[in-house]
């Protein structure tokens, strides 16, 4: 599986953004997607994940009511959009992927595939 992320950029406090994660190489409908972000000189965190077909998902405390994940099976395509943006929202934004939903999401070891990542910044 090979995952790619785009739509990362520089925006100020409040403005919105929507990320993009394209994979290949195996069915996409078989597939839960995560988003992770890694802060300059802090440790890759969970942001949120979305299941097979788009019925379960789940999200990090601190995006919940900002951010929303979705998918679209037919393109083989994940979104972030990212809402109301704060500085601490600045990280690299990475989406990974396994063959299995659980209730560990959140824990980096559940991914099986990872794409490179996307900048986001946002100025105060």
């Known amino acids: 599986v090979q995952l790619q992320a785009s739509g990362g950029g520089l925006v100020q406090t409040g403005d919105s953004l929507r990320l993009s994660c394209a994979a290949s190489?195996?069915?996409?409908?078989?597939?839960?997607v995560g988003w992770f972000r890694q802060a300059l000189g802090k440790e890759r965190e969970f942001v949120a994940a979305i299941g097979w077909s788009g019925g379960m998902t789940s999200y990090t405390d601190s995006v919940k009511g900002r951010f929303t994940i979705s998918r679209d099976n037919a393109k083989k395509m994940v979104y972030l959009q990212m809402n109301s943006l704060k500085p601490e929202d600045t990280a690299v934004y990475y989406c990974?992927?396994?063959?299995?939903?659980?209730?560990?999401?959140?824990?980096?070891?559940?991914?099986?595939?990872w794409g490179q990542g996307t900048q986001v910044t946002v100025s105060s």
């Open positions: 990974g992927a396994t063959l299995n939903y659980s209730n560990r999401l959140y824990r980096l070891e559940e991914y099986d595939y």
């Open positions: 190489g195996r069915a996409f409908s078989d597939l839960v």
